[in-house]
């Protein structure tokens, strides 16, 4: 399975609403699969954001927001806050298997 | 508090055994939970490795199957990771967490292991 496509950077100034857009093939995003997104700070682990498509843990903010349309997720930060810039990476699981994004560098302006 | 932690060499040398211990703690590795390993080349992103049930089984990515082992050992509450024969390109941090790649919810800090002479 290739990675899923995702933009290598996307930008925007506090206060302002981003998305980034991940890309499949109707193989990724098909049937059963699951969508998540995941955050990374430099140095750190990943952080599940958005499981399911939609779906956000418990503790993680109102602002962020998942959705999917054929065979291209999305995820949403509204209100765009410093804390924010990080990589964020998408994933396509589908029960055996299951692939990352190429993974996207929000820049707060 | 769910806590894992990652151990094992951080140097191996080129076509040997790259193998990692991730210890559980706060929660036990035989609940209901399928445990994972992912990892990350340098400045690069991350690759799902592969991961295993509480009862032993286990998926594997396809580009990596042929070299991977995951397994758990509930007597000592964790689950390790063996891949073998490794290059260069297996240099990289990695990270062990729990639940399966749609929802990781707990991981641990990662290790860097580097392949070389």
């Known amino acids: 399975q290739s990675a899923l496509t995702q933009p290598a950077s996307v930008s925007g100034s506090p206060g302002q609403s981003i998305t980034i857009s991940c890309t499949g093939t109707s193989s990724d995003f098909g049937g059963y699969n699951y969508v998540s997104w995941y955050q990374q700070h430099p140095g750190k682990a990943p952080k599940l954001m958005i499981y399911d498509v939609s779906n956000r843990p418990s503790g993680v903010s109102i602002r962020f927001s998942g959705s999917k349309s054929g065979n291209t997720a999305s995820l949403t930060i509204s209100g765009l806050q410093a804390e924010d810039e990080a990589d964020y990476y998408c994933i396509s699981y589908a029960s055996t298997w299951g692939v990352f994004g190429t993974g996207t560098k929000v820049t707060v302006l | 508090q769910v806590q894992l932690q990652e151990s094992g060499p951080g140097l191996v040398k080129p076509s040997g055994t790259l193998s990692l211990t991730c210890a559980v703690s706060?929660?036990?590795?035989?609940?209901?939970?399928?445990w994972s390993w992912v990892r990350q080349p340098p400045g690069k992103g991350l690759e799902w490795i592969g991961e295993i049930s509480h009862s032993g089984s286990t998926n594997y990515n396809p580009s990596l199957k042929s070299r991977v082992t995951i397994s758990v050992d509930k007597s000592k509450n964790h689950f390790s990771l063996r891949l073998t024969p490794v290059t260069a390109a297996d240099t990289a941090v990695y990270y062990c967490?729990?639940?399966?790649?749609?929802?990781?919810?707990?991981w641990g800090q990662g290790t860097l292991v580097t392949v070389s002479s």
């Open positions: 706060g929660g036990s590795i035989s609940s209901s939970y399928w």
């Open positions: 967490a729990r639940g399966q790649l749609r929802d990781l919810d707990y």
